[in-house]
């Protein structure tokens, strides 16, 4: 059985069961993701990718779908992860990246995309055709948005069955915070009403293809969560009760909750709990990843001192130079900006790492601090999860394996939160 589809039903038969989504396309976050679900015997991983970052233009990753699908199982093949225990998920799949062509123009370019991904076996596809193009009003009308999101399925529908893929499980709904977090000043959220949710439903389930419909198994909705540079809005169960036991009586679905980064243990034990039994996870799992690489060079500017690679100074340089990713985000000046650029939960940075200079930078810190390890006192000063990891022997003083210890803390608290059954392993 698909192992979505056995997930969900588990989840609805009551089972305290949820599916975490890794929503992330850097390689140490991928590893650190396989070799996570392999200590801790997760039964599958979901890993996603967004239409921004990867499609057939290439993305911002510069990958098209099959490309990062053969991305993934090379890394699988390293770790030593069981490919039949991947599923790979399309996120926000539409004409998002097209919004500036004419809405036609837009959805034929969102049938190639949603073609490739099918093809290349990516089993959970986000219909989301929520963006106005540019000749479309704003907002853009929901009979509209489930119209388009019907043709995104047909043309799914007619991929699997020429590839010879599995079919795929579909996300729908598109009430969701801004990618990457608010850019604003956080103020309470509207909880998506029931109506909305179920309006939403029977709009797209008029439109889809019968044989299809069968296969979705999500709604996105707005539970109450959200975070911005600098702060996070937790889940308040008593807010979303409503909107948690509305979907009861709706067969083979449970509600997609995105923006959980940052969420504490018991919100997404509460959140999976309260039928949100699918959670996002991306800038979260970065932002620990860039906690543990600042961790690395404060170790080793006190190993090395003026030898060392000053890694940090330069990922901040090429930030500066090339303010393209964050200058839309982050409107500080001053030492006020330098500390958003590092530290804001929005995690702008995370689109920098595959820049040239920065790999160079990261690959001399590297091998630095493999030819001068850094001491058991160092490493317990700045990186104490992954020192308790080195003390119980489970991974080594390698850099690479210090960063991705620190990064498996956060998923952890997915991993308990979604499986019942592992929490005491985890």
Same mark, same amino acid.
């Given at each position: 059985?698909?192992?979505?589809?056995?997930?969900?039903?588990?989840?609805?038969?009551?089972e305290?069961?949820?599916?975490?989504?890794?929503?992330?396309?850097?390689?140490?976050v991928?590893?650190?993701?396989?070799?996570?679900?392999l200590?801790?015997?997760?039964?599958?991983?979901?890993?996603?990718?967004?239409?921004?970052?990867?499609?057939?233009?290439?993305?911002?990753t510069?990958?098209?779908?099959?490309?990062?699908?053969?991305?993934?199982?090379?890394?699988?093949?390293?770790?030593? *992860?069981?490919e039949?225990?991947?599923?790979?998920?399309?996120?926000?799949?539409?004409?998002n990246a097209?919004t500036?062509?004419?809405a036609?123009?837009?959805?034929?370019r969102?049938?190639?995309?949603?073609?490739?991904?099918?093809?290349?076996?990516?089993?959970?596809i986000?219909?989301?055709c929520?963006?106005?193009c540019?000749?479309d009003? &704003? !907002?853009?009308?929901?009979?509209t948005?489930?119209?388009?999101a019907?043709?995104?399925?047909?043309?799914?529908?007619a991929?699997y069955?020429?590839?010879?893929?599995?079919?795929?499980v579909? &996300?729908i709904?598109? $009430?969701?915070?801004?990618?990457?977090?608010?850019t604003e000043?956080?103020?309470?959220?509207?909880?998506?009403?029931p109506?909305?949710?179920?309006?939403?439903?029977?709009?797209?389930k008029?439109?889809? !293809?019968?044989?299809?419909?069968?296969?979705?198994?999500?709604?996105?909705v707005?539970?109450?969560?959200? *975070?911005?540079?600098?702060?996070?809005l937790?889940?308040?169960?008593?807010?979303?009760?409503?909107?948690?036991?509305?979907?009861?009586?709706v067969?083979?679905?449970?509600?997609?909750?995105h923006?959980?980064?940052?969420?504490?243990?018991?919100?997404?034990t509460?959140?999976?709990?309260?039928? *949100?039994?699918i959670?996002?996870?991306?800038?979260?799992?970065? *932002?620990?990843l860039?906690?543990?690489?600042?961790?690395?060079?404060?170790? $080793?500017?006190?190993?090395?001192?003026?030898?060392?690679?000053n890694?940090?100074?330069?990922v901040?340089?090429v930030?500066?130079?090339?303010?393209?990713?964050w200058?839309?985000?982050?409107?500080?000046?001053?030492?006020?900006?330098?500390?958003?650029l590092?530290?804001?939960?929005?995690?702008?940075?995370?689109?920098?790492? !595959?820049?040239?200079?920065?790999?160079?930078?990261?690959?001399?810190?590297?091998?630095?601090?493999?030819?001068?390890?850094?001491?058991?006192p160092?490493?317990?000063?700045?990186?104490?999860?992954?020192?308790?990891?080195l003390?119980?022997?489970?991974?080594t003083n390698?850099p690479? $394996?210090?960063?991705?210890?620190?990064?498996?803390?956060t998923?952890?608290?997915?991993l308990?939160?979604?499986?019942?059954?592992?929490?005491?392993?985890?």
């Open positions: 059985m698909n192992l979505l589809l056995d997930r969900v039903a588990r989840h609805k038969a009551g305290d069961v949820g599916i975490y989504s890794v929503c992330s396309a850097h390689p140490m991928i590893e650190s993701t396989l070799r996570h679900a200590r801790r015997d997760a039964p599958f991983v979901l890993i996603e990718a967004t239409s921004n970052q990867v499609n057939q233009d290439g993305g911002y510069g990958m098209k779908p099959a490309g990062f699908r053969d991305y993934v199982s090379q890394i699988a093949q390293r770790v030593g *992860f069981p039949e225990r991947i599923v790979l998920g399309g996120d926000h799949l539409g004409p097209w500036s062509l004419s036609e123009e837009a959805m034929e969102s049938d190639v995309l949603i073609d490739q991904y099918v093809c290349a076996g990516f089993a959970k986000h219909l989301d929520s963006m106005s540019a000749d009003p &704003v !907002p853009l009308p929901e009979e948005i489930a119209a388009r019907a043709r995104l399925c047909r043309v799914a529908e991929a069955a020429d590839a010879g893929t599995q079919p795929p579909y &996300v709904g598109t $009430e969701v915070p801004v990618p990457g977090g608010a000043d956080l103020e309470p959220l509207q909880v998506t009403s109506e909305a949710a179920h309006g939403t439903i029977a709009m797209h008029e439109l889809f !293809p019968t044989e299809a419909w069968d296969r979705v198994i999500a709604l996105v707005q539970p109450g969560v959200e *975070f911005d540079h600098h702060q996070v937790d889940y308040r169960p008593e807010a979303a009760q409503e909107l948690s036991q509305s979907l009861d009586d067969p083979g679905m449970v509600f997609e909750a923006s959980t980064d940052y969420q504490t243990q018991e919100a997404l509460a959140l999976v709990r309260d039928h *949100f039994a959670l996002k996870v991306g800038p979260g799992l970065t *932002f620990a860039r906690e543990a690489l600042w961790a690395l060079d404060a170790m $080793e500017r006190d190993i090395l001192g003026e030898g060392a690679s890694f940090r100074a330069r901040l340089a930030m500066n130079d090339n303010p393209g990713h200058k839309k985000y982050y409107h500080s000046s001053g030492a006020d900006l330098q500390l958003d590092q530290y804001s939960l929005s995690d702008r940075i995370r689109y920098y790492w !595959p820049d040239p200079q920065i790999t160079q930078a990261q690959e001399e810190m590297f091998a630095n601090l493999r030819a001068s390890p850094p001491p058991l160092l490493i317990s000063q700045y990186l104490p999860q992954s020192y308790a990891e003390r119980e022997g489970t991974i390698d690479a $394996e210090l960063v991705m210890a620190h990064v498996m803390t998923l952890d608290t997915y308990q939160a979604t499986d019942a059954g592992d929490r005491s392993n985890a």
